[in-house]
């Protein structure tokens, strides 16, 4: 579970770092700074280019009689409510990763709204919505500093907090005796974007532009978004970014971790679990079910065969069955290298290779030493496991589920490949490098801190892929003036993707070589 838990590390672990949001203006402006929601009056910051809007309630604090249960409205306020600083944090298990003096508790369902110069109600902006990773356990919407996105993209952002863990996904049948179990995050998310479609235009954002987006957890959420019910019609286009979207737990399981997790927090009584579980403080929660293998780890997480999501995401994009919207979506060339190296620092040290594919991938791990034979990998066991994992967890299934889609959808992929992408500096105390690995690039789409800044090479691939992002968010298409085209995939039936690296950015078609995935398919039981 640690390995999971150390994304909030790379994102938010600078001191000094730039993961806060900017001082206020020395004057704030009484009009742009005061925006009336259905609520409310909230007074947000005005700074150079853009205003910022922190911790604004989209649902009331799911706590007491409406823990686990789904997000009700926010309770209005009279006056104006203070938005120049963020919201709590949901609980999380801290002890994993640390909180760095971010404040959680329950009562965190708020949300951050970023808008450039020259967005009102009257001259309405494109809207991304913003939703975190951290594999359901950890992370936060403050992390994600997107004044890039709004003065350089000239759309309005949007990041979200929903409930994480145990609160945000256990699936206990005595909580809800019908279907619609677990899934209390993915409800969360879903009230926030109808906050969005009902409020946004006071911030000056086009309500029916809203684009979704996500990295890792944040990417799976994405994918379930495809397909519940709940949410068709709160958004026109998506974009996944390193999402293991595979990693979902069906109800039963979910029903049977949950069952003995209540146990395990003293909730066994079959006629008072829902009240027990109810009763207990909040820090006794801030552990989660494990639902799903996710490599060496586990992680807690949406629960299909529900009412709240009946089907699975890879399944329906197999069978051409979702929504036809605009998609983006890619992964990083070394997505499980960090994860390797969080491993390598918890335990001072890897274990033998042959060992670590064992522990990984079972049987098949003799099937996988063949194919990523340690001697072509300098003899070095982090890269070989690496590589193998990063294939099989995100590579492999990203370019399936990237397949799938283009069957129906205006579809335009990528791989991150800058292999000197600035790194939090334990990560580069490992004996071997973590290159394009897992995250890094939400540093060059949001001013997250917590590593050395980006070069001047860097920060041109950094003003690219926010050009990209934000032209897709506008109009469906990352095309943009003065920049490579990016081929649509599948569109000539190629399997073209945009390969963002440093000096210049390539066009690729090797990808699903690359890694090894016909291979991979052979594996059913490998994640």
């Known amino acids: 579970m640690g390995l999971l838990l150390g994304l909030g590390l790379l994102v938010g672990c600078g001191t000094g770092g730039s993961d806060t949001h900017p001082p206020p203006a020395p004057v704030a402006q009484p009009g742009p700074a005061v925006v009336q929601t259905a609520a409310g009056a909230v007074r947000g910051t005005v700074a150079p280019g853009y205003r910022v809007f922190d911790g604004v309630p989209y649902a009331a604090a799911p706590v007491g009689p409406l823990r686990w249960e789904r997000p009700e409205p926010a309770a209005p306020w009279s006056g104006e409510r203070d938005a120049t600083t963020p919201g709590l944090r949901c609980i999380q298990d801290t ?216 089907v699975d995401p890879m399944t329906e994009a197999a069978l051409s069955r979702m929504p036809r919207i605009p998609v983006l979506i890619g992964s990083n060339g070394d997505e499980f290298a960090m994860f390797a190296a969080l491993q390598y620092l918890k335990d001072h040290g890897l274990p033998p290779y042959p060992k670590l594919l064992s522990d990984t991938f079972g049987p098949d791990a003799p099937a996988v030493a063949a194919h990523y034979p340690l001697d072509g990998f300098g003899g070095n066991d982090g890269l070989a496991y690496s590589a193998a994992v990063t294939d099989s967890l995100f590579a492999c299934p990203t370019d399936r589920l990237t397949s799938g889609l283009a069957h129906t959808n205006p579809v335009y992929a990528y791989e991150f490949n800058d292999r000197t992408a600035p790194a939090p500096d334990p990560l580069r105390a490992v004996p071997f490098a973590v290159g394009a690995s897992h995250s890094l690039e939400l540093r060059y789409l949001f001013d997250v801190g917590g590593a050395p800044p980006l070069n001047p090479a860097q920060r041109e691939l950094s003003d690219k892929m926010v050009a990209y992002w934000s032209q897709f968010v506008k109009d469906g298409k990352p095309e943009v003036a003065g920049l490579p085209d990016w081929p649509q995939f599948g569109a000539d039936g190629s399997a073209k993707r945009m390969s963002l690296q440093t000096p210049q950015l390539t066009i690729t078609e090797d990808f699903s070589a690359h890694h090894n995935c016909a291979f991979w398919a052979t594996l059913k039981g490998t994640r």
């Open 95 to 310: 002890s994993f990763d640390p909180d760095y003096g971010r404040p959680t508790g329950e009562d965190c369902l708020n949300l951050n709204i970023w808008t450039p110069d020259g967005a009102s109600r009257s001259s309405q902006k494109p809207v991304l919505v913003w939703i975190h990773g951290g594999g359901f356990l950890n992370g936060s919407a403050d992390i994600y500093d997107a004044r890039w996105m709004a003065t350089q993209g000239d759309i309005v952002v949007v990041t979200v907090n929903y409930r994480l863990g145990a609160l945000g996904f256990l699936a206990h049948p005595a909580l809800s005796p019908d279907a619609n179990i677990g899934n209390y995050g993915l409800a969360d998310q879903q009230a926030a974007l109808r906050w969005v479609r009902d409020n946004i235009a006071e911030f000056g954002g086009d309500p029916t532009k809203v684009t979704i987006a996500g990295e890792s957890a944040g990417a799976m959420s994405v994918c379930d978004h495809l397909v519940a019910p709940d949410s068709a019609g709160l958004f026109r286009a998506a974009i996944l970014q390193s999402g293991p979207c595979q990693a979902q737990a069906d109800r039963a399981t979910g029903q049977k971790v949950s069952t003995d997790y209540a146990t395990k927090v003293g909730c066994s009584d079959p006629d008072a679990v829902a009240a027990c579980l109810r009763s207990l403080p909040a820090k006794e929660l801030q552990s989660a079910p494990l639902y799903v293998g996710f490599g060496p780890d586990k992680l807690t997480g949406p629960v299909t065969g529900t009412d709240r999501l009946p």
